[in-house]
């Protein structure tokens, strides 16, 4: 499947703003649902957001309120708008796309493309 290139990551101090922008292919952004999601040292995968391919919305529990995924003018271009950031949303983020059915679009083991993933650092 075509890549996915993320960028836009770094570090900011708590309280700050990050948008991280995710590239795709114009067959993966029409017919792939695009999401979100970060790894901290030693956990597992998480779920951070998802724009589906019927372009609802939906969010992990953690990000609800501080954090907005939306599709960019520039065709084939995703965001993650990311406010009121804390030290705990230190993570490698990834771009990722699927079509897993509803249910279970917040398990990660439905995305079968996945960017590089870019670094966020939430620091004083």
């Known amino acids: 499947q075509a890549p996915l290139v993320e960028s836009g990551g770094g570090l900011v101090q708590p309280g700050g703003s990050l948008r991280l922008s995710c590239l795709a292919s114009g067959s993966t952004s029409n017919s792939y649902h695009l999401g979100w999601f970060r790894q901290r040292p030693g956990k597992d995968r998480e779920f951070v957001a998802v724009?589906?391919?019927?372009?609802?919305?939906y969010y992990g529990d953690s990000v609800k309120g501080r954090f907005s995924i939306s599709r960019g003018d520039v065709k084939n271009t995703v965001y993650l708008q990311m406010n009121t950031l804390l030290p705990e949303d230190t993570a490698v983020y990834y771009c990722a796309a699927g079509r897993a059915v509803l249910s279970s679009i917040r398990d990660p083991n439905m995305y079968t493309s996945w960017g590089q993933g870019t670094q966020v650092t939430v620091s004083s």
């Open positions: 724009l589906s391919r019927t372009s609802h919305t």
